[in-house]
């Protein structure tokens, strides 16, 4: 799948390894995103997350939800 502004994805808090929502906000040309997200008890950051097809990631990273 591509990334687009508005999907819902998971991300990963590199510190605590836990997952979060996250909306995509923003995506370049190399979908690169910037996401927003929402953590536990109502906190929210936004997080800049550069992620390609080789899954390159700086500041934690993110995966589509899985599907059940």
Do not use: Q
Request: glycine share 8%; aromatic share 10%; charged share 25%.
């Amino acid at each position: 799948m591509k990334p687009s502004v508005g999907r819902i994805v998971h991300y990963i808090d590199p510190l605590t390894g836990k997952h979060c929502a996250a909306l995509i906000i923003d995506v370049d040309d190399k979908d690169r995103v910037n996401l927003r997200v929402f953590g536990h008890v109502g906190s929210e950051w936004t997080a800049f997350v550069i992620s390609n097809d080789e899954t390159y990631v700086m500041l934690g990273s993110w995966h589509w939800p899985e599907r059940v």
